[in-house]
């Protein structure tokens, strides 16, 4: 898929999963960035740095890493960063996984009141290593 | 008015089990006597009330147990839980994995390490302190492994402090071991280093009454070989935590860095010089050592962590002092032969390609109930078990066969051999669709009463903390469970399948472990917190002494 096409696609998907983003502090343990709509349209998995992701929503809310038993655990996804906000639907995450060259491999805009069952739609970096592993 | 029962039933197990926690391993060399309470009929003789279906995927789900407490642990993801009778104070300290997060009591963000509570009030437990893992990159960090022993205990240790032994950082260029002193837990002190550029560290086990510390780590430069991760046993005798000795490392047959890995062969099919033990050449790392003491002997090893398992059973002396033999080769310690590492071995079995060694946890003396006359020598008999679990490591369980613990027989330990499995069904549930890991992680460490011998926990990630009651060790019955809710700090699970990238808001129990109190602690990986529970219903009469023993 050419990268502009993907991109649009990407930004138009993020549009559409958040249509009012503000940040509010109430909801964070610690600070947060705001995260907007625009900012959400320009990450681009596959592609988008760890240090674009701090240009768009400043340092994350919270940064975790499950390199438990290092190759025990084979490919799955590691460095997620996290960040909080609310919109008219109520609070949400922004998570974000890392591929090991530091690139996004899959955001999600993910509701604090998720049902489960279904989940929440992500979009993950085209050549993602090996499906079902990330964490 | 059930609660007071519950609550005179909770006091009456605690009464019934006098002895501190201290007597036993990994504090004391005695092994809790443990009764039989069953009739012969076993666990024919039992309610077998199948486990109720979960509750829906966004609520928590109860069955015979109660929740007594809650901590957030700051929104950090909890590895290990370690409950500690620390002078008078019953401390929760948990090893935690990789991440940054704001510290509220320093107003600081600080690498995911080790954090202590306070669970003397179980109902309100109170975050003490936060000893901050290893800062930089965090493909590196965390300490996911603690270990505490008493001054008072150790041989050579100061007499009112308390040491903390943890594992700093797990992957990566310069990963090390590490004391603290914890006699305030609210304001711990650092120590030492034990020892620094490892690659990978993992589960440690420290003898408090010896200060023998079996390390789990391991560098890609020491020479041994390991399939996955790089580590394997480094031994060290911390009587003295200020003045650590190394005494050697350790491994299977196949690890040693003389191992001619090219050429190796399945010391199983073609036993000799120059062979690998296990399916996979060369071995799996070991997880984490569970060591029962001198009075017993016994060192119990798990490889593999999920997969290409080997448990692998040590004389324990043998492996202390098979260095400083006449006969030891000059680097026996760091690079030892192939017979200076069967020297210890005991027994050994191997688990197939799709299963490894995760935990493996000795349960000795367990009164079988349906052979306590008319067998064997016509006295009533007892076993020797071990828990053994394999680690579940996928999402969504996709492209994994599912992950189950095991009881094995080690009456003789020459001769390990599996008697019963201890599984959890997809459904009701529908865990493999939940999101996050579903399938066995951890067992339940507790070498001490109340619960010892007669129930164990194992942790089974989305479907939560499970209990089995294993006084029929042949018939293990599951009686209780507790799966938390998501909630505000729960990181969610992310899976691409056939294309299709889903998160789900999942809890991940990591490990449930006992006090000797009878308390139950849920740890959750993914970041939701630490919830403490009791036992209700059936499940307590389980652990409830009966006013006359039922011997036959």
């Known amino acids: ?135 | 008015m059930p609660r007071t029962i519950a609550r005179i039933a909770l006091l009456a197990l605690t009464l019934a089990a006098p002895a501190l926690a201290q007597s036993y391993p990994p504090d004391g060399p005695n092994i809790p006597v443990i009764a039989n309470t069953e009739s012969a009929a076993g666990a024919f003789g039992q309610p077998l009330a199948a486990p109720p279906p979960p509750k829906a995927w966004d609520r928590e789900s109860l069955w015979n147990m109660k929740v007594e407490g809650f901590n957030d642990n700051q929104g950090r993801p909890i590895y290990q839980p370690l409950v500690v009778d620390q002078s008078g104070r019953e401390l929760l300290y948990l090893g935690n994995l990789a991440g940054d997060m704001l510290n509220p009591l320093t107003g600081k963000v600080e690498s995911n390490g080790t954090s202590i509570i306070d669970v003397t009030d179980v109902h309100h437990p109170k975050f003490l302190f936060h000893i901050p893992g290893p800062p930089g990159n965090v493909g590196n960090a965390g300490a996911q492994m603690v270990r505490v022993c008493s001054g008072d205990v150790l041989p050579h240790g100061e007499k009112g402090k308390w040491y903390l032994l943890r594992a700093f950082g797990n992957a990566g260029p310069d990963e090390s071991h590490q004391l603290w002193d914890v006699t305030n837990p609210a304001a711990p002190t650092f120590i030492s280093t034990i020892v620094s550029g490892l690659s990978n560290t993992h589960k440690s086990w420290w003898e408090c009454d010896t200060g023998i510390a079996y390390l789990v780590g391991g560098s890609k430069a020491d020479g041994w070989h390991q399939s996955g991760t790089a580590q394997h046993l480094k031994i060290y005798d911390l009587s003295d935590p200020r003045k650590p000795v190394y005494i050697r490392d350790f491994g299977l047959v196949g690890q040693e860095p003389a191992a001619d890995i090219k050429t190796t062969h399945s010391c199983t099919s073609n036993p000799g010089p120059n062979c690998y033990e296990g399916a996979k050449n060369p071995p799996a790392g070991v997880h984490g050592p569970i060591s029962m003491g001198p009075k017993v002997n016994r060192v119990y090893l798990p490889y593999g962590v999920g997969r290409d398992g080997v448990i692998q059973i040590v004389d324990r002396q043998k492996l202390l002092t098979g260095c400083t033999l006449p006969t030891a080769s000059p680097h026996c310690a760091t690079n030892p032969t192939q017979a200076e590492l069967l020297y210890p071995q005991v027994g050994v079995i191997a688990m197939n390609p799709e299963n490894g060694g995760h935990s493996s946890m000795p349960v000795l003396g367990v009164p079988m109930p349906q052979t306590q006359a008319h067998f064997a020598n016509g006295s009533p008999q007892k076993k020797d078990l071990l828990i053994v679990s394999s680690e579940d490591t996928a999402n969504n369980c996709f492209g994994q066969a599912p992950h189950d613990a095991w009881i094995l027989d080690i009456t003789d330990d020459a001769t390990p051999w599996p008697i019963a499995t201890l599984t959890v069904p997809q459904e009701p549930g529908d865990f493999c669709e939940k999101g996050a890991r579903f399938g066995a992680h951890a067992v339940s460490e507790a070498i001490y009463p109340p619960y010892y011998g007669k129930i164990i926990g194992i942790s089974w990630f989305n479907a939560g903390a499970r209990i089995w009651d294993i006084r029929d060790a042949e018939n293990p019955r599951p009686i209780a469970y507790f799966i938390q809710a998501p909630n505000k700090n729960t990181v969610a699970s992310c899976a691409t399948i056939h294309g299709v990238a889903t998160c789900h808001n999942a809890t991940m129990n990591d490990y449930v472990e006992f006090d000797d109190r009878g308390y139950i602690y849920a740890a959750d990986r993914a970041g939701s917190g630490v919830t403490i529970l009791s036992l209700t219903g059936d499940a307590l009469k389980v652990v409830t002494p009966p006013a006359t023993p039922q011997r036959h």
């Open chain 1, 1 to 135: 898929m050419p990268r502009k096409v993907f991109a649009a696609l990407a930004g138009a998907t993020f549009v559409a999963l958040a249509p009012v983003a503000a940040y509010c502090a109430g909801d964070a343990p610690s600070a947060a960035a705001a995260v907007d709509v625009q900012s959400l349209a320009k990450v681009v998995p596959g592609h988008t740095s760890k240090a674009g992701i701090t240009a768009l929503f400043g340092k994350p809310w919270r940064v975790l890493q499950f390199n438990d038993c290092g190759e025990a655990m084979d490919d799955q996804a590691d460095e997620t960063w996290e960040y909080r906000g609310r919109d008219s639907s109520g609070s949400y995450r922004l998570h974000i996984e890392f591929s090991d060259d530091g690139t996004v491999h899959l955001i999600a805009k993910i509701p604090d009141n998720s049902p489960g069952g279904e989940g929440t739609a992500a979009k993950v970096a085209p050549s993602a290593p090996m499906p079902g592993m990330s964490m």
